[in-house]
């Protein structure tokens, strides 16, 4: 199915997957949630996308790392340690005899509410915990077509980018005009009129030998972001953190987004105006072999 840098190919083994719900295991059709929980009354609660790859999850300890962090932000006590957490999504991957080319959604709610409110203090019961675990391998991308949206990546005070809460309504309104647009994916500014991120991955722009991407105020903490900068810096590839606007993004020489599904895509147009040659250059991709590399070595 198309859908920009997270086009997948549909797989039939997951009409048959189990999915863990508070450390039960439920058939796909059976998988329910109260409709009291305050992830479905108000979006609260945080989330992790994790691959599974040759029976390894790629990057583990990030994004267990980054789930407890925006957990303590929102002040919710997910009721497992770390160890036991992964030993539950372990199981469920056990339980469904998975061992690779899996992409995994962990999502943990602060639970069960009293009454449809807001408050943390009617919620009744411990945090929600879902895994589900799919077969689902991305389908492979010529280049991504980005239209850049009036939706803004909005200050801290406001609603912190860097939490990643199953509040994405920014988001998601970006990535509606996007789509009527006619594009792939919605690149989004900052309150400055900066390039910030798009609306579900992160963003790149390759100018000469260098690479650019946002100055990460006003973006996601992006495991795959974070690792693409690693591996330009240990192989002596300039990479910089730094505000540029779109006049930058039209006149680069190559662009391309990431993200945890589909790792590195290229992107050959932003609002109508062809980067570069129009398809995947050269620096994109030894960075997409190098990171491939790292997902290896680790």
């Known amino acids: 199915?198309?859908?920009?840098?997270?086009?997948?190919?549909?797989?039939?083994?997951?009409?048959?997957?189990?999915?863990n719900i508070n450390g039960e295991l439920f058939a796909r059709e059976d998988a329910k949630i109260s409709v009291f929980d305050s992830g479905f009354i108000l979006g609260d609660g945080v989330w992790?996308?994790?691959?599974?790859?040759?029976?390894?999850?790629?990057?583990?300890?990030?994004?267990?790392?980054?789930?407890?962090e925006g957990a303590k932000a929102l002040d919710m006590d997910i009721?497992?340690?770390?160890?036991?957490?992964?030993?539950?999504?372990?199981?469920t991957l056990n339980a469904n005899g998975m061992s690779d080319g899996v992409h995994i959604r962990l999502m943990v709610t602060?639970?069960?509410?009293?009454?449809?409110?807001?408050d943390p203090r009617v919620t009744i019961s411990p945090a929600t915990i879902v895994i589900i675990p799919e077969y689902k391998a991305s389908t492979p991308s010529s280049g991504m077509n980005l239209f850049t949206v009036h939706v803004r990546r909005g200050y801290p005070d406001v609603q912190?980018?860097?939490?990643?809460?199953?509040?994405?309504?920014?988001?998601?309104?970006?990535?509606?005009?996007?789509?009527?647009?006619g594009a792939d994916e919605a690149?989004?500014?900052?309150?400055?009129?900066?390039?910030?991120?798009?609306?579900?991955?992160?963003?790149f722009i390759v100018k000469g030998e260098e690479v650019w991407t946002s100055s990460g105020d006003y973006c996601l903490g992006g495991i795959t972001r974070g690792n693409v900068i690693r591996v330009c810096r240990e192989n002596n590839i300039p990479v910089f953190q730094k505000n540029f606007s779109l006049t930058d993004v039209y006149s680069a020489d190559e662009a391309f987004c990431t993200g945890t599904f589909a790792?590195?895509?290229p992107v050959i147009s932003v609002d109508g105006r062809t980067i570069g040659d129009g398809k995947k250059?050269?620096?994109?991709?030894?960075?997409n072999k190098l990171y491939h590399q790292l997902i290896e070595s680790e």
């Open 1 to 19: 199915m198309g859908f920009g840098a997270h086009s997948y190919q549909d797989d039939p083994r997951n009409n048959d997957i189990t999915i």
């Open 263 to 265: 790792g590195l895509t």
């Open 110 to 118: 602060r639970g069960v509410k009293a009454t449809p409110y807001q």
């Open 187 to 203: 690149l989004m500014l900052d309150p400055h009129g900066f390039v910030a991120t798009c609306n579900s991955t992160h963003f």
């Open 48 to 68: 992790e996308g994790l691959r599974l790859h040759k029976g390894k999850i790629a990057f583990l300890q990030q994004h267990m790392d980054r789930l407890y």
């Open 160 to 181: 912190d980018p860097k939490l990643n809460s199953h509040s994405k309504l920014n988001c998601i309104f970006a990535c509606i005009q996007a789509t009527k647009a």
């Open 281 to 287: 250059g050269a620096m994109v991709d030894r960075l």
């Open 79 to 91: 009721g497992l340690t770390q160890q036991q957490l992964i030993g539950r999504i372990n199981e």
